[in-house]
Protein backbone atom coordinates (compact mmCIF):
# COMPACT_ATOMS: atom_id res chain seq x y z
CA UNK A 1 0.00 0.00 0.00
CA UNK A 2 1.37 3.35 -0.70
CA UNK A 3 0.91 5.16 2.40
CA UNK A 4 0.69 8.49 3.03
CA UNK A 5 -0.03 11.25 5.65
CA UNK A 6 -0.70 14.44 4.10
CA UNK A 7 0.85 13.25 0.96
CA UNK A 8 4.57 12.23 2.68
CA UNK A 9 5.11 8.08 2.27
CA UNK A 10 5.30 5.94 5.30
CA UNK A 11 8.72 6.30 7.48
CA UNK A 12 8.51 10.15 6.23
CA UNK A 13 5.26 11.07 8.37
CA UNK A 14 3.89 8.68 10.71
CA UNK A 15 5.58 8.11 13.64
CA UNK A 16 5.82 3.79 14.96
CA UNK A 17 3.14 3.78 16.84
CA UNK A 18 0.95 5.13 14.05
CA UNK A 19 2.79 3.01 11.60
CA UNK A 20 2.13 -0.38 13.64
CA UNK A 21 -1.84 0.42 13.75
CA UNK A 22 -1.85 0.71 10.07
CA UNK A 23 -0.22 -2.55 9.39
CA UNK A 24 -2.53 -4.14 11.66
CA UNK A 25 -5.74 -2.55 11.08
CA UNK A 26 -5.50 -1.03 7.74
CA UNK A 27 -5.06 -3.49 5.10
CA UNK A 28 -5.94 -2.37 1.51
CA UNK A 29 -5.06 -4.42 -1.53
CA UNK A 30 -5.02 -1.43 -4.32
CA UNK A 31 -4.82 -2.81 -7.74
CA UNK A 32 -2.81 -0.82 -10.60
CA UNK A 33 -5.55 1.43 -11.28
CA UNK A 34 -6.38 2.74 -7.75
CA UNK A 35 -4.90 4.38 -5.00
CA UNK A 36 -4.59 3.92 -1.43
CA UNK A 37 -3.66 6.37 1.52
CA UNK A 38 -3.85 6.86 5.24
CA UNK A 39 -4.36 10.04 7.21
CA UNK A 40 -3.62 10.52 11.17
CA UNK A 41 -5.74 12.86 13.10
CA UNK A 42 -4.27 13.31 16.95
CA UNK A 43 -7.90 14.37 18.83
CA UNK A 44 -8.08 15.96 22.64
CA UNK A 45 -11.11 14.25 23.81
CA UNK A 46 -11.44 10.33 24.84
CA UNK A 47 -11.69 7.57 22.77
CA UNK A 48 -15.20 6.73 24.13
CA UNK A 49 -16.56 9.94 22.97
CA UNK A 50 -15.07 10.08 19.94
CA UNK A 51 -16.23 6.67 19.33
CA UNK A 52 -19.95 7.81 20.05
CA UNK A 53 -19.79 9.84 16.82
CA UNK A 54 -17.70 7.83 14.65
CA UNK A 55 -19.59 4.33 15.36
CA UNK A 56 -23.17 6.02 14.38
CA UNK A 57 -23.08 4.65 10.74
CA UNK A 58 -26.74 6.15 10.70
CA UNK A 59 -25.70 9.47 11.14
CA UNK A 60 -22.29 10.52 9.44
CA UNK A 61 -24.04 14.26 9.30
CA UNK A 62 -22.93 14.28 13.13
CA UNK A 63 -19.23 14.98 11.99
CA UNK A 64 -19.17 15.15 8.37
CA UNK A 65 -20.06 18.66 6.94
CA UNK A 66 -20.25 17.52 3.20
CA UNK A 67 -23.45 15.40 4.31
CA UNK A 68 -26.88 16.66 4.55
CA UNK A 69 -28.89 13.62 4.74
CA UNK A 70 -28.62 10.24 5.94
CA UNK A 71 -30.96 7.01 5.31
CA UNK A 72 -30.08 4.21 6.99
CA UNK A 73 -32.87 0.96 6.98
CA UNK A 74 -33.33 -0.95 10.13
CA UNK A 75 -30.52 -2.22 13.13
CA UNK A 76 -27.62 -1.08 12.31
CA UNK A 77 -25.28 -4.10 11.84
CA UNK A 78 -22.74 -5.29 8.99
CA UNK A 79 -24.16 -5.36 5.69
CA UNK A 80 -26.24 -2.51 6.29
CA UNK A 81 -27.32 0.33 3.67
CA UNK A 82 -27.13 4.04 4.03
CA UNK A 83 -28.12 6.26 1.79
CA UNK A 84 -26.00 9.94 1.70
CA UNK A 85 -26.95 12.70 0.35
CA UNK A 86 -24.18 15.19 -0.28
CA UNK A 87 -23.87 18.95 0.02
CA UNK A 88 -24.01 21.39 -2.73
CA UNK A 89 -20.56 22.04 -3.89
CA UNK A 90 -18.91 18.85 -4.93
CA UNK A 91 -18.63 17.01 -7.76
CA UNK A 92 -21.11 14.54 -6.16
CA UNK A 93 -24.78 14.47 -5.03
CA UNK A 94 -25.49 10.98 -3.54
CA UNK A 95 -24.07 7.84 -2.40
CA UNK A 96 -25.46 4.21 -1.47
CA UNK A 97 -22.87 2.75 1.55
CA UNK A 98 -22.37 -0.85 3.05
CA UNK A 99 -21.25 -0.99 6.81
CA UNK A 100 -18.32 -3.61 5.87
CA UNK A 101 -16.93 -3.74 9.46
CA UNK A 102 -17.64 -2.81 12.97
CA UNK A 103 -15.72 -3.18 16.12
CA UNK A 104 -16.96 -1.39 19.40
CA UNK A 105 -14.27 -3.36 21.38
CA UNK A 106 -11.13 -2.15 19.23
CA UNK A 107 -12.86 0.95 17.91
CA UNK A 108 -12.67 -0.17 13.85
CA UNK A 109 -15.54 0.59 11.35
CA UNK A 110 -15.09 -0.04 7.72
CA UNK A 111 -17.45 1.09 5.00
CA UNK A 112 -17.51 0.19 1.15
CA UNK A 113 -19.69 3.01 -1.52
CA UNK A 114 -21.08 0.39 -3.60
CA UNK A 115 -23.38 3.59 -5.35
CA UNK A 116 -24.53 6.98 -6.52
CA UNK A 117 -23.88 9.76 -8.06
CA UNK A 118 -19.84 10.71 -7.72
CA UNK A 119 -16.58 9.49 -9.09
CA UNK A 120 -15.33 7.16 -6.35
CA UNK A 121 -15.43 3.57 -7.58
CA UNK A 122 -14.81 1.07 -5.85
CA UNK A 123 -13.75 3.30 -2.55
CA UNK A 124 -13.37 1.62 1.03
CA UNK A 125 -11.76 2.94 3.86
CA UNK A 126 -11.22 2.12 7.42
CA UNK A 127 -11.10 4.19 10.69
CA UNK A 128 -9.56 3.34 14.05
CA UNK A 129 -9.27 5.01 17.00
CA UNK A 130 -7.00 4.29 19.92
CA UNK A 131 -6.20 6.09 23.30
CA UNK A 132 -3.28 8.23 23.76
CA UNK A 133 -2.71 11.11 26.40
CA UNK A 134 -2.25 14.46 25.37
CA UNK A 135 -1.51 17.53 27.10
CA UNK A 136 -1.67 15.14 29.91
CA UNK A 137 -5.45 14.14 29.27
CA UNK A 138 -7.22 10.98 27.62
CA UNK A 139 -6.78 11.77 23.95
CA UNK A 140 -7.56 9.49 20.96
CA UNK A 141 -5.40 9.03 17.85
CA UNK A 142 -7.77 8.48 14.92
CA UNK A 143 -6.05 6.69 11.67
CA UNK A 144 -8.71 6.85 8.44
CA UNK A 145 -7.57 4.61 5.66
CA UNK A 146 -8.88 4.33 1.79
CA UNK A 147 -8.81 2.34 -1.56
CA UNK A 148 -10.46 4.09 -4.66
CA UNK A 149 -10.10 4.00 -8.32
CA UNK A 150 -8.51 6.47 -10.11
CA UNK A 151 -11.27 7.95 -12.44
CA UNK A 152 -10.41 8.26 -16.23
CA UNK A 153 -8.64 11.35 -16.85
CA UNK A 154 -6.98 12.08 -13.13
CA UNK A 155 -3.41 10.78 -11.84
CA UNK A 156 -3.18 8.70 -8.81
CA UNK A 157 -1.25 11.55 -6.91
CA UNK A 158 -4.68 13.84 -8.00
CA UNK A 159 -6.94 11.15 -7.13
CA UNK A 160 -5.48 10.45 -3.53
CA UNK A 161 -5.13 14.18 -3.17
CA UNK A 162 -9.13 14.92 -3.64
CA UNK A 163 -9.64 12.01 -1.17
CA UNK A 164 -7.38 13.00 1.32
CA UNK A 165 -8.22 16.57 1.12
CA UNK A 166 -12.20 15.66 2.01
CA UNK A 167 -10.90 12.98 4.74
CA UNK A 168 -8.68 16.18 6.04
CA UNK A 169 -12.07 18.02 6.43
CA UNK A 170 -13.76 15.23 7.87
CA UNK A 171 -11.66 14.18 10.29
CA UNK A 172 -11.01 18.23 11.41
CA UNK A 173 -14.56 18.29 12.14
CA UNK A 174 -14.56 15.21 13.97
CA UNK A 175 -12.08 16.73 16.45
CA UNK A 176 -14.00 19.87 16.63
CA UNK A 177 -17.15 18.06 17.57
CA UNK A 178 -15.57 15.55 20.54
CA UNK A 179 -13.83 18.73 21.51
CA UNK A 180 -16.00 20.81 22.13
CA UNK A 181 -18.32 17.86 23.58
CA UNK A 182 -15.05 16.94 26.12
CA UNK A 183 -14.72 20.52 27.14
CA UNK A 184 -18.89 20.59 27.91
CA UNK A 185 -17.53 17.36 29.99
CA UNK A 186 -20.31 15.33 27.95
CA UNK A 187 -19.40 11.74 28.37
CA UNK A 188 -22.82 10.35 27.82
CA UNK A 189 -24.19 9.05 24.47
CA UNK A 190 -25.04 11.81 22.10
CA UNK A 191 -27.70 10.22 20.53
CA UNK A 192 -29.85 13.26 21.80
CA UNK A 193 -28.13 16.10 19.90
Not at 37 to 56: G, I, N
Not at 163 to 174: D, T
Request: net charge negative.
Amino acid sequence: MNVRSNGTALGNGFGSVESEYIRRHHRHDPADHQCSSALVKHVKAPVHLVWSLVRRFDQPQKYKPFISRCVAQGNIQIGSLREIDVKSGLPATTSTERLEFLDDDEHILSIRIIGGDHRLRNYSSIISLHPEIIDGRPGTLVIESFVVDVPDGNTKDETCYFVEALIKCNLKSLADVSERLAVQDRTEPIDGI
